[in-house]
């Protein structure tokens, strides 16, 4: 977005509608998403205190609501695990990774990464839905989440270059560069650094999960970075 900057980062809350596009092929899936940008310090000057005790407080939640068992009949991991299978991925192998999130917390297991990433791992685990947190200094918009063509190239944070499937949903910003496959999996080229100074906070939604979830869970994301300092712009977009 060019906007690596706090001030740059801030304007364009103005122009939020259109920083995230789904296109046809994937709209026919049923992909929702709901997105908004957060601000402030670089994330390795932050504080990561204010979130322990929300991770407390999410583990108990959790531990109260479900159990490695019963999880997977909570009707939203359901949905998740639908979609799933609909674009040819065993969810039994390769989790959801808010469902992944909740069986990490189930077991105490509970990941640490840093700031701003732990404060998304939160609101997605309290509800249930993939986030993508995204340096909005590393990207060019929009966003367009739609099919692959087959052969681009993707950097998957932790792993090696892969070149994608055709029909494979992704998130490709306008210099061709693949953010995210949808919904699962990022890339190393856009996501969060120590420098990292503004972000695109995006909740990725399936058929059978609200829109009204989408919207609490980037909410969430924003109070919490709150706390750590940050700032976020007061509307939320849909695509």
Same mark, same amino acid.
């Given at each position: ?27 026919? /899936? ?7 940008? %957060? ?11 204010? #979130? *322990? %005790?929300?991770?407390? *407080?999410?583990?108990?939640? #959790? ?15 359901? %949905?998740? *695990? ?12 390769? @989790? ?6 909740? !069986? !990490?917390?189930?077991?105490? !297991?509970?990941? @640490? ?12 685990? *309290? ?19 739609? /099919? ?14 892969? @070149? /994608? ?22 890339? !190393? ?38 706390? #750590? ?9 849909? %695509?």
């Amino acid at each position: 977005m060019g906007c690596c900057g706090v001030a740059s980062c801030e304007e364009f809350c103005r122009e939020l509608k259109g920083i995230v596009v789904v296109e046809e092929p994937a709209r026919g /899936l049923g992909i929702r998403v709901a997105y908004s940008l %957060a601000w402030g310090k670089p994330v390795s000057e932050l504080d990561p205190g204010p #979130l *322990r %005790a929300e991770e407390e *407080r999410l583990l108990e939640e #959790l531990k109260s609501r479900y159990s490695l068992e019963t999880l997977r009949n909570d009707p939203v991991v359901r %949905a998740y *695990r639908d979609f799933y299978w609909r674009i040819g991925i065993d969810p039994t192998k390769t @989790r959801p990774s808010s469902e992944a999130l909740v !069986r !990490r917390a189930l077991r105490g !297991r509970w990941p @640490r990464i840093n700031p701003v990433v732990d404060a998304g791992n939160i609101a997605s685990a *309290r509800y249930m839905v993939p986030i993508g947190l995204y340096d909005a200094g590393q990207f060019q918009p929009p966003a367009r989440i739609t /099919l692959a063509q087959g052969g681009e190239e993707f950097h998957p944070i932790g792993g090696d270059p892969e @070149r /994608l499937e055709k029909g494979t949903p992704i998130m490709i910003d306008s210099r061709d560069v693949v953010m995210h496959l949808y919904p699962h999996r990022d890339s !190393r080229e856009t996501m969060i650094r120590p420098e990292t100074r503004c972000i695109l906070i995006l909740a990725a939604g399936v058929p059978g999960v609200e829109q009204t979830r989408l919207e609490a869970a980037v909410r969430e994301v924003q109070r919490l970075l709150g706390l #750590l300092g940050w700032q976020s712009c007061s509307e939320l977009e849909h %695509a």
